[in-house]
């Protein structure tokens, strides 16, 4: 190795214990966001299911039913409601939406709901009735949408995919393994997840025993980071990557790494980097993947030459 590689080799390594990379100030820095358009994986998976959406509101008739995934719920109720406590788990029943006020006396609507108890609700908006009418989407808290849920229980379950994240959880004890990436599963349901991931996947797969799920996210908004192209494809990723050798295949399905991998096994191996860094030289290209905890990769034109993981 030249004097000039382990110069290079000895700054990006410097790089991934800073916080601030003014050392080499002709580093270009590139975002999640840059690198995630720079990778074009997944494209149809991505389309799944993308027409699945919350009710506007206008278009919400009695009965329609939302998930409680949080006690805090509680919170949003009027004093004039009755037995709040414990709804975690229960659903509320959409009755009518009535013109109100606020406390200040402005516009307001008012949500009326019962849970599954018989419990009368309220939930006061500081949204005019009107204004409420057009909204395209309206959320209430702590909760998720049933019919987003059966439409993604109708379309997912007894299906085949492979899996692409190895951040399962378990079923019977709610802790989350790392398991295997790139290998069948079969989805045996979908039920509401909670207020973050609103959809939870549960499958099987053939080599790992048990029931295991995946939370996932829905939609396009900014909040719908974990949507189905994140966590499943539809074919074999190894059919796509003939020319991977078995041995490499092995490392990637269980999220390892090794020198000499290229940049795309080790997208496979260990997914979409935080970040990217380069460092250009007459020699080579340095390039520097980042990921959380303290993980980062070092390629030399597309090799990895150096990594902690």
């Known amino acids: 190795m030249s004097r000039l590689t382990r110069l290079i ?38 389309d799944f299911l993308s027409d699945v959406s919350s009710t506007r509101p206008s278009l919400w008739t009695e009965g329609k039913r939302f998930y409680v995934t949080d006690d805090k719920i509680s919170v949003i109720f009027t004093v ?16 009518s939406f009535a013109p109100t006020s606020s ?58 995919y492979y899996i692409t994240t190895p951040k399962w959880y378990d079923s019977a004890t709610d802790k989350e393994i790392k398991a295997l990436r790139h290998i069948p599963v079969t989805v045996a349901g979908v039920t509401p997840g909670n207020s973050v991931y609103p959809l939870k996947v549960t499958f099987t797969n053939d ?13 396009r908004d900014k909040a719908s980071t974990r949507n189905f192209g ?6 074999n990723p190894r059919d796509k990557y003939t020319r991977i050798s078995d041995h490499t295949w092995q490392l990637i399905i269980h999220s390892r790494v090794e020198e000499g991998m290229t940049r795309d096994e ?18 080579a290209v340095f390039e520097q993947w980042s990921y959380d905890d303290g993980v980062y990769l070092i390629f030399e034109d597309n090799i990895l030459t150096r990594f902690r993981v």
Do not use: W
């Open 103 to 160: 406390l200040t006396g402005e516009g307001a609507t008012d949500i009326v709901m019962t849970s599954d108890r018989g419990d009368d609700l309220h939930y006061i908006v500081n949204v005019p009735y009107d204004e409420m009418m057009k909204r395209e989407r309206f959320d209430i808290p702590f909760t998720v949408e049933r019919s987003v849920v059966e439409s993604f229980g109708k379309a997912m379950t007894g299906k085949r």
């Open 230 to 235: 994140k966590i499943f494809a539809f074919d």
């Open 80 to 95: 004039a409601s009755d037995d709040k406590d414990s709804l975690a788990g229960h659903e509320l029943i959409f009755k």
């Open 9 to 46: 080799l000895s700054a990006l390594t410097a790089l991934a214990f800073a916080s601030c990379f003014t050392g080499i100030e002709s580093t270009p820095k590139i975002t999640s966001g840059d690198v995630r358009r720079r990778q074009t994986f997944a494209v149809a998976e991505n």
């Open 266 to 283: 080790c997208h496979l191996a260990l997914g979409t980097p935080n970040s990217i860094k380069t460092v250009p030289t007459n020699a």
């Open 207 to 219: 080599s790992v025993a048990g029931d295991h799920y995946v939370l996932m996210t829905y939609g």
